[in-house]
């Protein structure tokens, strides 16, 4: 089982620019998030999804997008990247129908906008 | 111990002794905890977890206790190994959604 698969798993990339971080999961859980981490901020919260079909936004969604057009899939596209969006991304999911949300994270995007 | 928003705390205990590390959360309506381990270049890896309904639960070698009244969580690990080496961090739920917020991680550093 691959669990959470992130690509790419680094890029460089310059200000301007678009960028897609891919997100997949084979656990069929119906919850996927999205976090940047930064050093002395901890993980903090960019965008979520309940369920297929429906996005919400976290703690700092500005400058960010997603989409969930199914159970697996939750893509994370940044329209015009900024020096700011330096950062390390993870993708995590979670089964939210059991009472518990223990996610369980990818290995991370680390993204350097220049 | 960590606290949202603020610098790493870290910590470095000898392998053998017992390590505690401390969370501090904010919202008073959380209502489940999470520990998770970060080890470097990798993703946080889910530890232990606890209800508001419970004051203590044990796993294999880690212990959480949750302390309501004054917002805090702790992590002990027994006869700490190198391989517990890494950050960790505490998250809360809050009732309402699925959202968690992180701490900011505690660097545990084991001397062999």
């Known amino acids: 089982i691959a669990g959470i698969t992130q690509a790419p798993t680094s890029q460089i990339l310059a200000a301007g620019r678009r960028m897609t971080l891919r997100c997949t999961q084979d656990?069929?859980?119906?919850?996927m998030y999205w976090y940047r981490q930064d050093l002395g901020l901890g993980l903090r919260l960019i965008h979520y999804?309940?369920?297929?079909?429906?996005?919400g936004k976290g703690e700092v969604p500005d400058g960010y997008s997603v989409s969930r057009a199914n159970t697996d899939d939750f893509p994370l596209t940044l329209a015009s990247a900024v020096p700011s969006q330096t950062s390390v991304y993870f993708c995590a999911s979670s089964d939210s129908s059991r009472g518990k949300n223990i996610q369980y994270f990818g290995a991370g995007t680390r993204l350097s906008v220049l | 111990g960590e606290s949202v928003g603020l610098h790493l705390p870290t910590l470095s205990v000898q392998e053998g002794d017992n390590s505690i590390i401390n969370c501090a959360y904010s919202?008073?309506?959380?209502?489940?905890f999470i520990w998770y381990k970060q080890e470097s270049g990798k993703g946080p890896q889910f530890i232990i977890d606890?209800?508001?309904?419970?004051d203590k639960r044990q796993g294999q070698r880690v212990t959480v206790l949750l302390n309501k009244t004054v917002k805090h969580l702790s992590l002990q690990i027994a006869a700490t190994q190198p391989g517990d080496s890494a950050v960790y961090f505490c998250?809360?739920?809050?009732?309402?959604?699925?959202?968690?917020?992180f701490g900011t991680g505690t660097s545990l550093t084991v001397i062999p």
């Open positions: 998250a809360e739920n809050a009732h309402t959604g699925n959202q968690f917020y």
């Open positions: 999804s309940n369920t297929a079909g429906t996005t």
């Open positions: 606890i209800r508001s309904n419970m």
């Open positions: 656990m069929r859980h119906n919850a």
């Open positions: 919202n008073s309506a959380s209502d489940y």
